[in-house]
């Protein structure tokens, strides 16, 4: 059974402070489902999925830096507002690069979640994926062990997120700064999901609790 349609996937409250525990529930919103994709298999998907990592990479700058601008407190309460906005444009990225490769029929949310997060929480998302050269094989998570990642990553990112606040305090350099950011950051999701598509994936029939 999907994992989809095993998990609660209440999403915070926008203005809620970016805690863990916000934090993984916001990450269990984003990977209870697999976005839809207009692209088509292409006979260059690497060259192809870079284009599209640059628009979504672009795009989630601007997005990042346009909820950085509210200064002072009234910015603390765009933090996670931001984060889910910049993984939901992560998100649809994924799934158009696996479209790309041919492999958006068999994308499931543990290969999202890996790629949006092996770069900033690798030990989060560790029971995931397992890499052996290029061939890559996929766990199938139970709803308990999608808790405990979305707990394990939550944690890690609340670092980010502190930092976040901080720029808050300086809006303009703070929304330059997350901007830079949210494109760096952009590109890594993109350059692992890449990474993952380009080889053999094989998905694991047996739920992993």
Same mark, same amino acid.
């Given at each position: @059974?999907?994992?989809? $349609?095993? *998990? $609660?996937?209440? &999403?915070?409250?926008?203005?809620?402070?970016?805690?863990?525990?916000?934090?993984?529930?916001?990450? /269990?919103?984003? &990977?209870?489902?697999?976005?839809?994709?207009?692209?088509?298999?292409?006979?260059?998907?690497?060259?192809?999925?870079? !284009?599209?990592?640059?628009?979504?990479?672009?795009?989630?700058?601007?997005?990042?830096?346009? /909820?950085?601008?509210?200064?002072? =407190?009234?910015?603390? +309460?765009?933090?996670?507002? %931001?984060? @889910?906005?910049?993984?939901?444009?992560?998100?649809? @990225? &994924?799934?158009?690069?696996?479209? /790309?490769?041919?492999?958006?029929?068999? *994308?499931?949310?543990?290969?999202? =979640?890996?790629?949006?997060?092996?770069?900033?929480?690798?030990?989060?998302?560790?029971?995931?994926?397992?890499?052996?050269?290029?061939?890559? /094989?996929? !766990?199938?998570?139970?709803? *308990?062990l999608i808790r405990t990642i979305t707990r394990r990553v939550?944690?890690k990112l609340a670092q980010r997120a502190a930092g976040k606040?901080?720029? !808050?305090?300086?809006? =303009?350099?703070?929304? +330059?700064? @997350?901007?830079?950011?949210?494109?760096?950051?952009?590109?890594?999701?993109?350059?692992?999901?890449?990474?993952?598509?380009?080889?053999?994936? %094989?998905?694991?029939?047996? =739920?992993?609790?």
């Amino acid at each position: @059974m999907a994992i989809h $349609n095993r *998990l $609660n996937t209440t &999403v915070p409250a926008e203005g809620a402070t970016a805690d863990p525990s916000f934090l993984g529930q916001a990450i /269990l919103s984003l &990977v209870g489902k697999v976005s839809a994709s207009k692209k088509l298999p292409s006979e260059t998907p690497t060259e192809d999925a870079r !284009r599209a990592a640059k628009a979504a990479a672009t795009k989630a700058a601007l997005a990042a830096g346009a /909820l950085a601008l509210p200064p002072g =407190v009234l910015g603390w +309460l765009t933090i996670l507002p %931001e984060m @889910m906005g910049v993984w939901k444009i992560q998100r649809q @990225m &994924v799934a158009d690069i696996a479209a /790309l490769y041919g492999k958006h029929a068999t *994308l499931t949310p543990e290969q999202v =979640v890996y790629c949006l997060f092996q770069h900033t929480a690798a030990q989060g998302v560790r029971d995931l994926v397992v890499r052996v050269g290029q061939r890559t /094989l996929v !766990r199938r998570a139970s709803p *308990l062990l999608i808790r405990t990642i979305t707990r394990r990553v939550g944690a890690k990112l609340a670092q980010r997120a502190a930092g976040k606040g901080l720029a !808050r305090w300086l809006p =303009v350099l703070g929304a +330059l700064g @997350m901007s830079a950011y949210a494109y760096a950051d952009t590109a890594q999701v993109a350059a692992t999901a890449i990474d993952l598509f380009e080889g053999v994936i %094989e998905v694991d029939a047996v =739920v992993v609790d």
